[in-house]
Structures are given as C-alpha cells and as structure tokens.
C-alpha cells in the first residue's frame, strides 16, 4: 500500500492562497487516480479534487475556479493550489489514491488549513 504525507496548510488570512502537497511512497507513475479530501469537524471526508494520469481533473462545486490540483510524477508529489480561500475551507485535508472512486490507501496525518476572516 502507498504511504502518503501532506503538508503544506497553515493559517491565512481570507482572500489568501496555500499550496498544498502530498508526497507518495510509491511511483506515481503506477498509480491512476490521486485526489484531495478534507474533513470539517465532525464531519466525515470529503472529495475536494481528484487527477487522473492523463491530467483530467474533476472538483467540488464548492472549490470549482478557486482550487487547482497537479501532479508531478517524476517528483511522487500530487499538489492542491488553493486561492481565493474562505473561512469555509477551515479543515483538515488529506490525499489518497482513488481506486475505483474509493479511497483505497491508508490515511495519512492530513495538513490542517485554517482560513481566518
């Protein structure tokens, strides 16, 4: 299973902008499907944006124009270029390898965001 790190969050003012990064264990060159999810408190996760290895992305009506998800495959690393953020973006966001829709790898610790207003 790939193991994966996110960092990148932190504390920013509204309006502002974070970049977030998920490295991966495994080649990211094997792997298809990669997104970002994150979890409001006591809330389960939800799907932010997700990239296949064709480069098609999809996103979260709530994210869509605001968030950019890459990848780097040479590099194992997966980003999430978030701008124009709210308070609503509060949470703790995560990376997973999709598989079939479905978060299929073990969580990581999650980077958390806070957007104050």
């Known amino acids: 299973q790939v193991r994966l790190v996110e960092s990148g969050g932190g504390l920013v003012q509204a309006g502002g902008s974070l970049r977030l990064s998920c490295v991966t264990s495994?080649?990211?060159?094997?792997?298809?499907?990669m997104a970002w999810h994150r979890q409001f408190p006591g809330k389960q996760r939800e799907l932010v944006a997700s990239?296949?290895?064709?480069?098609?992305?999809n996103y979260a009506d709530s994210v869509k124009g605001r968030f950019t998800i890459s990848r780097d495959n040479p590099k194992n690393t997966v980003y999430l270029q978030m701008n124009s953020l709210k308070p609503e973006d509060t949470a703790l966001y995560y990376c997973?390898?999709?598989?079939?829709?479905?978060?299929?790898?073990?969580w990581g610790q999650g980077t958390q965001v806070i957007v104050s207003s």
């Open positions: 997973n390898v999709l598989n079939r829709g479905l978060p299929s790898s073990p």
């Open positions: 495994g080649s990211l060159f094997s792997i298809n499907v």
């Open positions: 990239i296949n290895d064709g480069g098609h992305t």
